[in-house]
């Protein structure tokens, strides 16, 4: 390769002595008995005295991170994936064969060691090896300095060598697993059933948004990353399933930015008997039992904003947001007074857009931004929701929330449309759109309105941004800090 530096190849020349020295660099097994933190947390309050009185022997295996060498007698710390210790390798104790592999050691090298425990003059826990297994040479030398790796770039594109030189960013990652066996746990001791929809779908539906295409082979067919699961977990409630949900992977073919990555984890449920009223004292239920499981605490700090995640939380409609907003009450029941405020607020117009789209425009710019503490805006306009059942009261709205902290969608639910005539009309209507540019649209599906004609019962569904869940509880200003591998471009 053509950055094979100096430094590299040196590590290859080591790699070759020991390999003519008859040593294998790529070992197999080794029984590992215990771990760093194990014994930093059992031998916490044991005395250099105790120690040498009461022999601990151990066996533990992992990365080298620090070498410190004194002529015949050298200092290490092993880092596993629990934590790390110090280790002490002698000469005298080794023996020569031993200590000539263990000159050939770098900072990265794994290794399995095995010896007993004893404090330094420092005090420090150390083990004392009396034996060592080199089990994976490493070729390449971590960055300069212990946290170097600073580049944001480098450090998504190389997300292994970020997650050995910064520790919080594993953290991160342990914390998101813990967010979503809470999510989990929540849902199942209400008597949900997770099951899999396909990823692959012939009709990209459940959102508006611009899918990415494939083709099968085989079948002779074009076919779609799903950009949300949720016609399929509709067609189960047909089928008698009444709670059903699915951490899922969606694939939307759109911008990438800070909240923003073309691959993304939500969670997706649906409850029959139910509506959008039930959803809101559940999602603050959930969130609020979430951040109380993995941190003890519903009052979080993000960005330099204390956000309170304890319930209650507050409710306003569309239209009452863009009041309180300074929206002008006229905007918001004429589509050429909604379209002129829109383009000053910013707005990208191609014309013909319904007064319920100019006035989404006229939201995301006015009142998104400034929904900092947990908040749920309710009663949608139809013309945005096609998937949602309209409000009895006011046929304009439908039975939708959509839920914001610090000024981000955080999850969207509504009362689901269980009439096929009317939701066939509204899928015209999104073909008509389609065919007239907007390439988010949604498309027809007639499987999903036969489905809806066998009958669906009455329900609400819901579905919550993991990354973004996951960035607040965490504490992390982009969603590429959540996401073990995001999307990048090629490197050049």
Known sequence: MEDYNELIQQRFKKLAEIRESGIKPYAGKFDATTSAQALNDGHQAASKEDLEKNRVTVSIAGRIVALRSFGKACFAHVQDGSGRIQLYFQKNTLGEEAFFLFK??????????????????????????????????????????????????????????????????????????????????FLNSRGFLEVETPMMQSIPGGATARPFKTHHNALGMDLYLRIAPELYLKRLLVGGFERVYEINRNFRNE????????????LEFYMAYADYRDLIAMTEEMISSIATDVLGATEIEYEGQKISLAAPWKKVTYL??????????????????????????????????????LLNEVFEA????????????????????????????????????????????????????????DQKERFQKQVAEREAGDEEAHQMDEDFIRALEYGMPPAAGEGIGIDRLVMLLTGSSSIRDVILFPQMKKEK
């Open 104 to 185: 050939k050691l770098d900072i990265g090298d794994f290794i399995g060691v095995k010896g007993f425990l004893f404090r330094t003059r420092t005090n420090e826990l150390t083990i004392e090896v009396e034996s060592f297994v080199l089990l994976s040479k490493s070729l390449r030398p971590l960055p300069e300095k212990w946290h170097g790796l600073t580049d944001v770039e480098i450090r998504y594109r190389q997300r292994y060598v970020d997650l050995i030189v910064n520790p919080e960013v594993k953290n991160v990652f342990v914390m998101r697993t813990r967010i979503v066996q809470a999510m989990r746990t």
């Open 255 to 266: 911008g990438i930015s800070t909240r923003h990555n073309p691959e993304f984890t939500m």
């Open 366 to 421: 006015k009142v998104e931004p400034n929904l900092i503490q947990p908040t749920f805006v309710t009663d949608y306009p139809t013309d945005i929701s096609p998937l949602s059942k309209r409000r009895d009261d006011d046929p304009r709205f439908v039975e939708r929330f959509e839920l914001f902290v610090m000024g981000r969608e955080m999850a969207n639910a509504f009362s689901e449309l269980n009439d096929p005539v």
């Open 320 to 357: 009452d947001s863009l009041r309180e907003a300074g929206v002008p009450e006229e905007v918001l029941s004429d589509a050429d007074k909604a379209r002129e405020y829109a383009k000053k607020a910013g707005a990208t117009l191609k014309g013909g857009e319904p007064l319920g789209k």
